[in-house]
């Protein structure tokens, strides 16, 4: 029987999309790329670009042979009797055949990122640690108890005779980079604390990356007081005053770097595996941060870091203030209800160690705010200064990066927070040295 026109038009047309996936295939070799691309470019070793060549010749010879079997047999025939088919072949070969040659050119240039499974999605708080998640984060491995939260698990229900603390605070509280639990300044006031027989005390560590007052706030009405706390370490960093102005319910477009960061959604894995939606999200990073992307983030940190500190009185800078002391505020109110005593730490960044008495306006601002309000706070920016000369170390000994501390960071953060505890008595119960 004498093929159709139908048919042998849909036969010509798989030929086609198979001869240019073979040509594709061809010239696909990294001396060819090296003869076309930027000199900045980095092309591929031949190794990396192996997989994609043979996913082109397969796919090229795969619809040789379809085109073959389709212009022979009375199937071919019978499935391009319709224009209709016809049609629709045509479109899915033009859209998905320039479609596959760019997914395979371009996978090889795709710097896949390995994303984390330790955060989710929270309809309050944005994202939250994922209960039982063991993952890797910051470059460390981190495990997550069956709570939510760094650390070991412990019941709601408290222990007599045993005071606990818990830690709201963001990345600096929950050990970003630190490769155990046991060595965030956290679990290491628990042990200096241990030292005195009497005072029995137990730690929650409720630190989650990325978060601001506002969401400590919420965490602690919604999950912390389930714990009983006798005393609340509140961590309060710079960036918790801008940090919460990217996200899209205060006005900005993100979900959150966290979220950026994790495996929660179907775009999120593809992103890791095709090359066409890498670089398309890349695209978009570029347009919104600059052509270096991770620098572009820090820089748009450091720069609102730097209208905090320099610009006080920037209407901007004043309403990103008052914001964030009113999630403070219901914090210290929530602490004073529940009688349950409060300590506010305010953590630096590092650039303002280059000038102490001229960057230190919102550590003034902060405890200028809990003097009014009868709340104890410590200023890490002049103590972290005076023990790293003491020690002999370095500010960045003291520090992985722009405001992260360092294991010796954690260390002294510890002894610091223990001290002011002991002299004062806190826990409640436990006795003053």
């Known amino acids: 029987?004498?093929?159709?026109?139908?048919?042998?038009?849909?036969?010509?047309?798989?030929?086609?999309?198979?001869?240019?996936?073979?040509?594709?295939?061809?010239?696909?070799?990294?001396?060819?790329?090296?003869?076309?691309?930027?000199?900045?470019?980095?092309?591929?070793?031949?190794?990396?670009?192996?997989?994609?060549?043979?996913?082109?010749?397969?796919?090229?010879?795969?619809?040789?042979?379809?085109?073959?079997?389709?212009?022979?047999?009375?199937?071919?025939?019978?499935?391009?009797?319709?224009?209709?088919?016809?049609?629709?072949?045509?479109?899915?070969?033009?859209?998905?055949?320039?479609?596959?040659?760019?997914?395979?050119?371009?996978?090889?240039?795709?710097?896949?990122?390995?994303?984390?499974?330790?955060?989710?999605?929270?309809?309050?708080?944005?994202?939250?640690?994922?209960?039982?998640?063991?993952?890797?984060?910051?470059?460390?491995?981190?495990?997550?108890?069956?709570?939510?939260?760094?650390?070991?698990?412990?019941?709601?229900?408290?222990?007599?005779?045993?005071?606990?603390?818990?830690?709201?605070?963001?990345?600096?509280?929950?050990?970003?980079?630190?490769?155990?639990?046991?060595?965030?300044?956290?679990?290491?006031?628990?042990?200096?604390?241990?030292?005195?027989?009497?005072?029995?005390?137990?730690?929650?560590?409720?630190?989650?990356?990325?978060?601001?007052?506002w969401q400590e706030l919420i965490y602690l009405q919604r999950e912390g007081l389930k714990y009983d706390p006798d005393l609340v370490v509140l961590g309060f960093v710079l960036n918790d005053v801008v940090e919460k102005y990217v996200l899209t319910r205060y006005g900005g477009t993100g979900v959150g770097f966290q979220l950026m960061q994790s495996y929660v959604s179907l775009t999120d894995r593809l992103c890791n595996i095709s090359g066409l939606m890498y670089f398309a999200r890349r695209l978009s990073a570029r347009i919104r941060l600059g052509e270096d992307v991770q620098r572009g983030a820090q820089q748009q940190q450091l720069l609102q870091i730097r209208d905090l500190i320099r610009n006080p009185n920037d209407p901007l800078v004043k309403k990103a203030w008052a914001e964030t002391l009113a999630n403070v505020d219901g914090i210290v109110r929530l602490c004073k209800e529940r009688e349950i005593a409060l300590l506010i730490v305010v953590f630096p960044f590092t650039i303002q160690f280059q000038d102490m008495q001229q960057m230190n306006e919102p550590q003034l601002r902060m405890i200028e705010y809990a003097g009014e309000r009868g709340v104890p706070v410590i200023d890490m920016l002049p103590l972290l200064a005076q023990r790293a000369e003491q020690s002999g170390l370095t500010i960045d000994q003291l520090f992985l990066d722009g405001c992260h501390p360092s294991h010796a960071g954690h260390r002294i953060v510890a002894e610091i927070i223990a001290q002011r505890l002991m002299d004062q008595g806190l826990p409640a119960g436990c006795p003053r040295r």
């Open 1 to 213: 029987m004498e093929p159709t026109a139908q048919q042998r038009l849909a036969s010509t047309t798989l030929t086609s999309c198979g001869l240019l996936l073979l040509v594709a295939a061809l010239l696909y070799n990294p001396w060819l790329l090296r003869a076309v691309l930027p000199s900045g470019v980095i092309v591929p070793q031949l190794t990396q670009l192996v997989p994609s060549i043979i996913g082109l010749a397969l796919s090229g010879l795969s619809l040789l042979l379809i085109a073959r079997l389709i212009g022979r047999l009375r199937i071919g025939a019978w499935l391009f009797e319709r224009k209709r088919s016809l049609d629709l072949l045509l479109f899915v070969a033009a859209l998905l055949v320039p479609l596959m040659v760019s997914e395979l050119y371009l996978r090889p240039f795709a710097q896949f990122a390995r994303k984390t499974t330790i955060f989710l999605p929270d309809h309050e708080l944005g994202w939250k640690l994922r209960p039982g998640a063991v993952d890797t984060w910051a470059r460390v491995d981190v495990r997550i108890n069956a709570k939510g939260l760094r650390g070991p698990e412990l019941e709601y229900a408290k222990p007599v005779g045993v005071k606990r603390i818990l830690y709201l605070g963001d990345s600096l509280t929950f050990g970003y980079g630190i490769r155990s639990y046991g060595y965030t300044f956290a679990y290491q006031v628990q042990r200096l604390l241990a030292q005195s027989p009497d005072c029995r005390v137990q730690t929650i560590n409720a630190g989650v990356d990325g978060y601001s007052p």
